[in-house]
């Protein structure tokens, strides 16, 4: 080490240099991300120390709407502030635009999500039960960043979150971007039915704009215990970017929600209910999601894991598709971006599936009609149907079910017709009788007994054969001391205990065989008489 002060005071200094830029930029880090969040945070506020958001209240509250409006505006221009959404829509209501005011109260209370303020709340809440006039759901697509106008009213930034609400009827729609304005020619919105305008840039100030009407689904939960409101709708949103890109209007929430009030609350389960709440809608399928039920898990959109998404096609009253949903080891973020891709590529599955027209009579009429099981309606009856193989059942009480299998084509007519018959009648015709039915013997007496009379017999006849030489000379030993017979057979004995037992085990044999069965008194027999011979007819 050297001795020299200098020397040795030199990388001290430059250490302690280091950490001083080292502390300088993590406190100039900390700095930034704090006006960062706080930025953020002011932005779901109202920024009341704003002279726009301060002059657009005054220009209000003294019905100066054109000013006001043209404060909140360039407010929402510079900021993007939600809150200025909240006050256009009070102008609008004020100036009586309540379709437009419907709209921006909708988009305002979107983006602000679980921070809406109780009393905006009831402001919306209100607008919206009383609103009368009819609107139109309508989907912009336009680029991403630009400010969205209709007839000249600033409505948001796209993209868009959902639809919009319009009015029927004739309007232009403008894009701006970078100070520069594109306006479209008038396009025609039509009453009742979703649609859809896609804005581009053109040239000399005109924009692009086509209008198609697109169908239109709907979102059903069947349990949505385990998923709270603000979850809720960021999976609405999330699989109705999804569906938008399959070219299908998502309906909005408001909408479904008025809709679903007013059925009760098995509707999602019951076909005809929920046929009824789409048809409603303008809803060509629904997205029925059904959700199963687990434990508490500590994200909620993991509850989405392992559901069932099923899509009903409103006009074949039909399930198009179904598919389990699965994401394995995927975070919160990704679960909702696959399932809002699952449920967009199945209304795209659904929506090209090939269609025709079924006819189908019944002899008799008003008979329940079913394609695959499905319930379909009553004939007569002229129904779409998705074309290919299918099983058409037909059912109608106190007649025989009839079904037949067969393939619809496409660009030509389909139709059946099939007869029903009555029901097997049958008859019960009782006759009395006293007379006794022996029952048949049973086959163990049968060999058993059969068994007992072969060996009596061969016993008997061994008994005989010892009887027949009782008291016979043996010939065939020699004469002792000239005394003929030295030994003469006595079988009395042997021989009648063989005959007698012989003769015992054939008697019992034929008892056996020759006793009859149990005797049966059969006073009362049925008789089962088909009147009528069901047929089957089935024409095409």
Not at 292 to 315: F, Y
Not at 367 to 378: L, M, N, T, Y
Not at 384 to 412: D, I, P, R, W, Y
Request: aromatic share 4%; glycine share 8%; net charge neutral.
């Amino acid at each position: 080490m050297s001795d020299d002060p200098v020397l040795s005071r030199a990388p001290l200094r430059l250490r302690w240099k280091q950490r001083l830029t080292l502390g300088i930029l993590f406190a100039v880090s900390l700095a930034t991300t704090s006006v960062r969040a706080a930025g953020e945070t002011a932005s779901a506020r109202v920024d009341t120390s704003s002279p726009l958001f301060a002059d657009g209240l005054r220009a209000l509250d003294a019905r100066q709407y054109s000013r006001a409006r043209q404060s909140f505006e360039r407010l929402y221009r510079n900021s993007a502030i939600p809150d200025a959404l909240f006050q256009l829509g009070r102008v609008a209501q004020a100036e009586g635009r309540d379709v437009l005011a419907a709209d921006l109260f909708r988009r305002y209370r979107e983006l602000v999500g679980g921070q809406l303020d109780p009393a905006n709340r009831s402001v919306i809440d209100n607008h919206l039960g009383a609103l009368k006039q009819p609107a139109t759901e309508v989907r912009i697509v336009a680029p991403d960043g630009d400010f969205l106008s209709v007839d000249s009213q600033l409505i948001g930034r796209s993209p868009l979150i959902g639809t919009v609400l319009i009015a029927p009827g004739r309007h232009r729609f403008a894009i701006d971007s970078n100070e520069s304005r594109f306006e479209s020619d008038v396009l025609n919105i039509p009453e009742g039915r979703p649609a859809q305008v896609n804005l581009s840039y053109g040239n000399r100030g005109a924009a692009v704009a086509v209008l198609s009407l697109p169908p239109a689904a709907m979102l059903a939960f069947t349990s949505t215990a385990s998923l709270d409101a603000v979850t809720t709708d960021s999976i609405r949103r999330s699989i109705g970017s999804a569906m938008a890109k399959e070219q299908t209007i998502l309906v909005s929430a408001d909408k479904a929600r008025t809709l679903w009030a007013n059925e009760s609350v098995d509707c999602v389960d019951r076909p005809d209910c929920l046929d009824r709440v789409a048809e409603r809608a303008e809803a060509r399928s629904v997205a029925i999601v059904r959700l199963q039920k687990t434990e508490q898990r500590s994200n909620p959109v993991q509850s989405l894991l392992g559901a069932q998404v099923v899509i009903r096609d409103v006009a074949t009253k039909q399930t198009a598709t179904e598919a389990l949903f699965a994401c394995d080891g995927c975070s919160g973020t990704q679960i909702v971006d696959r399932f809002s891709q699952t449920v967009g590529q199945l209304i795209a599955t659904a929506n090209n599936r090939p269609r025709t027209m079924l006819t189908v009579k019944t002899e008799p009429s008003g008979a329940a009609i079913f394609v695959d099981g499905q319930r379909i309606g009553e004939s007569p009856m002229e129904q779409m149907s998705f074309a290919g193989v299918h099983t058409v059942k037909a059912t109608k009480e106190g007649f025989v079910s009839a079904s037949q299998t067969l393939e619809l084509q496409l660009n030509q007519a389909n139709s059946i017709d099939i007869k029903l018959s009555t029901q097997t009648t049958q008859t019960t015709q009782t006759m009395q009788t006293t007379q006794t039915v022996a029952s048949s013997r049973p086959a163990w007496r049968l060999t058993l007994g059969g068994i007992l009379i072969g060996g009596g017999l061969l016993t008997a006849a061994l008994g005989v054969s010892a009887l027949s030489v009782n008291g016979a000379c043996d010939e065939t030993l020699p004469t002792v001391n000239g005394v003929p017979c030295p030994m003469i057979y006595f079988t009395n004995g042997v021989g009648g205990g063989l005959l007698g037992g012989g003769l015992a085990l054939a008697s019992t044999g034929a008892v056996l065989m020759a006793l009859p069965g149990r005797k049966l008194d059969q006073r009362e027999t049925s008789y089962l008489f088909q009147t009528e011979i069901p047929t089957l007819a089935v024409d095409f």
